[in-house]
């Protein structure tokens, strides 16, 4: 899969044209934000841009001034919404075949609630 070739079909795409629902938590022209379907932590949504960007260099480098400010103004946002600032949160952005990216959207995971642990354990020998 190409980072920067986008497919229209993907489930995220889906869900912002409306055609399968999400459970929403915010919304603005730029942004849509969800609860992620298969929670890996208490709280655990994931925010998207709405327009075609496969990662987050796609959308560094595509995205317009103002889609990028509204991305990471929805980040900020959704996480004072969600009440988690003081305590802490982790923001994951899965990335390619080694990054383990499934949705090929960008999207960044915002997971709370728990204390979460290293990012990564270490591998049993
Ligand atoms: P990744 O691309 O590896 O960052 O993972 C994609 C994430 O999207 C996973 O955490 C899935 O649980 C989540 N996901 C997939 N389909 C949906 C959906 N329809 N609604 C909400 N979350 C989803």
């Known amino acids: 899969m190409s980072?920067?070739?986008?497919?229209e079909t993907n489930i995220f795409a889906r869900i912002i044209r409306g055609e399968i629902p999400c459970n929403k938590v915010d919304e603005c022209d730029h942004t849509l934000t969800f609860h992620d379907i298969s929670p890996r932590a208490p709280i655990h949504v994931l925010v998207i841009p709405k327009g075609p960007y496969v990662s987050l260099e796609h959308f560094a480098d595509a995205a317009s001034a103002e889609e990028q400010i509204a991305y990471f103004a929805a980040i900020s946002r959704v996480a004072k919404m969600l009440n988690v600032s003081e305590d802490g949160y982790r923001l994951t952005s899965n990335?390619?075949?080694n990054g383990f990216q499934e949705v090929f959207h960008l999207h960044v995971h915002l997971m709370a609630g728990e204390?979460?642990?290293p990012v990564r354990l270490p591998k049993q020998s």
């Open 95 to 97: 990335t390619g075949h």
């Open 115 to 117: 204390h979460l642990g």
């Open 3 to 7: 980072l920067s070739v986008y497919d």
